[in-house]
């Protein structure tokens, strides 16, 4: 990551909920146009760490800074894009509805929701209401909200939850896209198969940051084949030394 | 934020209000067809001189009610499901969300208070010196009131069970202590004193005036312009209490 322009800067980061510390003293980057893939154990901090970067989440101390500015900046809002975990989208309103009310928030023209729901294979439903379609394809409403400003840097917290392994593919693809459009992506995910389709990975355990790097260089340190036996062993190697201490 | 982005914000915001609206029809009843249904029952709990002269005062009162009822958990939803902190990674700024809440709900404020004015007058033969006009007036700045205190209160509840408690806990003390249950003048000077300060004794207080007095006369200009710095002051609240960062 070192050399590469920093999209996401984040330093010395803490944020305590409930009098523990939810992240406790995190410094890491993202670099401009890669897709990062921010793995860890459910608890470890990923959703905290992903709203601290978009500018929603409440920090007690350190800097978080996205294209250079601080984050949660008023320039920032019409250049990042957020998809929360729930799908966070109007369940009581069709899908074109949806799209129409944040593409007008947003400033962004029709052109651009016909783009979208061609590329994310929503264009038959947006007559349907949200709440009457499955998971996977009110993930693909969510992801297509976080999309229609056209932004800079995109934070997706589990977009790919709910799925098929066909949708997922094609997703992973349009990331891939978007990344060498010149543009950023922060993915969190539990699924190992995605781990290894990131440029780079964010290892993240009880608020701290485990290990940073590309795929093959974490498993590598870890003397893993793969992501997932390096996750598992860095985690595990980590548990220890708590229960040592 | 510059004025154009944030007019066609707010405009965006009032028609999605508006489409959920029309896709939730129990709700647009609750709005529209419940009131003149209470107000009905009441003129026939009573009277007919009873019902001229509450009647005013408790036109004011029943939209008061459920425009609260309603808006609190609609601004509720919003927060409980994610998408107001997803509006707060966007453009949109606090008093544009706000104004498309207040642009929809005010519109529907009119409606219903212009089918409750035509019910009550049209078919229940209410009977008031003020006259239709005032008597609309009155009804359409009480359902804002609520409104906008909804939208207010809404920031303390969590879940739309606890909205349902602040309909015992907010709203009926006001009731109880606007004079719509008996004259203010006899209250304990320290109940007298609270209700001064609650807005919905002002509503009350129109409403009771219009009934024997025409024209604008001082009280009406009094309570109206009360009720109206209540309204923007809520709004205002309202706005400022949409947390951009939260733990």
């Known amino acids: 990551m070192s050399g590469a322009r920093a999209a996401v800067e984040v330093r010395d980061l803490v944020v305590v909920r409930g009098g523990r510390a939810v992240l406790d003293g995190i410094t890491l ?14 608890g470890a901090g990923k959703t905290t760490l992903m709203r601290a970067v978009v500018g929603v989440q409440r920090v007690r101390s350190g800097a978080v800074a996205v294209l250079g500015r601080p984050a949660g900046s008023v320039e920032l809002r019409s250049r990042i894009g957020y998809q929360t975990q729930g799908s966070a989208v109007y369940g009581d309103l069709s899908v074109g509805e949806n799209l129409r009310y944040f593409a007008a928030v947003a400033g962004a023209g029709g052109r651009r929701i016909a783009e979208l729901v061609e590329s994310l294979r929503i264009r038959d439903l947006t007559d349907h209401v949200v709440d009457h379609r499955s998971g996977g394809q009110r993930a693909r409403v969510s992801l297509a909200v976080a999309l229609v400003g056209g932004p800079e840097v995109l934070v997706l917290d589990e977009p790919t939850v709910g799925l098929d392994p066909l949708l997922r593919r094609d997703m992973w693809h349009l990331f891939h896209g978007l990344a060498a459009d010149g543009r950023t992506l922060l993915v969190s995910t539990h699924v190992m198969d995605e781990a290894r389709r990131c440029t780079d990975l964010l290892l993240l355990q009880d608020g701290r940051l485990l290990a940073a790097g590309p795929p093959q260089e974490i498993a590598g340190s870890a003397h893993a084949d793969a992501v997932e036996d390096a996750f598992i062993r860095l985690v595990e190697a980590q548990e220890r030394v708590a229960v040592g201490r | 934020m510059s004025r154009p982005a944030s007019l066609r914000i707010t405009y965006a915001t009032a028609r999605r209000v508006a489409a959920q609206l029309r896709r939730d029809p129990s709700t647009v009843a609750l709005l529209v067809v419940v009131p003149p249904l209470l107000v ?68 529907v404020a009119l409606v219903q208070s212009a089918v409750l004015v035509a019910v009550a007058s049209g078919l229940l033969g209410l009977r008031l010196t003020g006259g239709i006009g005032l008597l609309l007036a009155v009804a359409v700045l009480d ?10 209160l809404s920031t303390f509840a969590r879940t739309e069970f606890q909205v349902g408690q602040l309909m015992p806990a907010f709203v009926l003390p006001q009731l109880l202590l606007s004079g719509l249950f008996g004259p203010r003048e006899a209250m304990a000077a320290p109940l007298r004193l609270v209700s001064d300060v609650l807005p919905l004794t002002y509503a009350v207080d129109l409403g009771q ?5 025409a024209g604008l006369t001082g009280t009406v200009i009094r309570d109206a312009t009360i009720l109206t710095a209540a309204v923007t002051l809520a709004l205002l609240l309202a706005a400022f209490s949409l947390r951009r960062r939260t733990a």
């Open chain 2, 209 to 213: 005036h219009i009934t024997g007095h």
């Open chain 2, 40 to 107: 009905t029952l009441v003129r026939f709990l009573f009277h007919e001189t009873v019902f001229d002269r509450l009647g005013a005062a408790l036109l004011g009162v029943v939209p008061f009610i459920v425009m609260f009822a309603v808006t609190a958990v609609a601004m509720l939803r919003e927060r409980t499901t994610g998408t107001l902190e997803r509006l707060m990674v966007t453009p949109a700024g606090r008093l544009d969300i706000l104004g498309g809440y207040a642009v929809t709900f005010g519109l």
């Open chain 2, 143 to 152: 359902g804002l009131l609520g409104m906008a205190l909804g939208l207010f």
């Open chain 1, 29 to 42: 980057s993202v670099a401009a146009g890669t897709v990062t893939g921010l793995l860890g154990p459910s």
